[in-house]
Each structure stands twice: as structure tokens, then as C-alpha cells.
């Protein structure tokens, strides 16, 4: 071929501290070495979220996706959508012993804002 480039094959070179693994190391070490691929993916998966992840959780936990969208706002604009819209919908129900759904009608209408910012930033976690 015309202007076709020669590449060395250094396969076995490559290979040669893989040779002498069974089938089923070969196999161990590619789920590690695949675990070791994902583990940074999983990672930004626990520390990031998004507005839709978030509204797709409340949607989950029964809210309709009207309510769901001031629920968001609400978070972000506190600094707690980090901490998860529905964790911090189903926090404050505890805290305040209000059945979950009750809380989050309440918080779009603007109540217990406070008291999320101060369970999720004042320390008590």
C-alpha cells in the first residue's frame, strides 16, 4: 500500500507479563483493571448531581413534575441541591415528623426552608 506506515508488532513484547496467567487470573485481572476504569465515573457520580437527576428522584417519590421543579429551585438557590432534593425533602419530614409528601407541598409553598439549611449546613447531619 502507498503511503501505508510499518508498524512494528511488539504484541508478544506487550504481553509478555500477561503469558504466563491462567484463564481465570486473566480474567480477575480484567475486572480489576476494569473496576480501576469506572471507579472515577462512579466517583463523580456520588459527588455530582443535576437539576433534572434531582426532579427525576422527586418524581420517584411521588411528586408530579410541577412540583417537582420549585422543589429544585428551592434547593439550589439554598445551596443544598448537592445534598439531594429528595434526601433533603425526606430529612426535614423526619425532623419535623410530617408525612414526606405533606413537607414538600409545604416547602413549594415556601416553609421549612430554614430548617433544611440548618440540618444540612449547620453541622447536624
Known amino acids: 500500500m502507498k503511503g501505508h506506515i510499518k508498524r512494528d508488532d511488539d504484541f ?13 487470573e486473566l480474567k480477575q485481572r ?3 483493571l476494569a473496576e480501576k476504569t469506572v471507579e472515577p465515573l462512579l466517583e463523580l457520580a ?5 437539576p433534572s437527576i434531582e ?9 408530579s413534575s410541577l ?13 443544598l441541591i448537592g445534598k439531594g432534593v429528595g434526601h433533603v425533602v425526606y430529612r ?3 425532623e419535623k415528623n410530617i408525612p414526606l409528601r405533606q413537607t414538600g407541598l409545604e ?11 440548618t440540618i ?5 447531619r
Open 30 to 32: 480484567f475486572w480489576e
Open 12 to 24: 508478544k513484547k506487550r504481553r509478555a507479563h500477561l503469558a504466563k496467567l491462567s484463564d481465570e
Open 67 to 79: 412540583e417537582a421543579k420549585p422543589l429544585v429551585e428551592g434547593a439550589i438557590d439554598r445551596g
Open 120 to 124: 444540612f449546613k449547620g453541622g447536624n
Open 92 to 94: 426535614v419530614s423526619k
Open 55 to 63: 426532579r427525576s428522584v422527586l418524581l420517584r417519590m411521588g411528586f
Open 107 to 117: 416547602m413549594i409553598e415556601g416553609k421549612h426552608w430554614d430548617d433544611a439549611v
Open 46 to 50: 456520588r459527588t455530582h448531581t443535576s
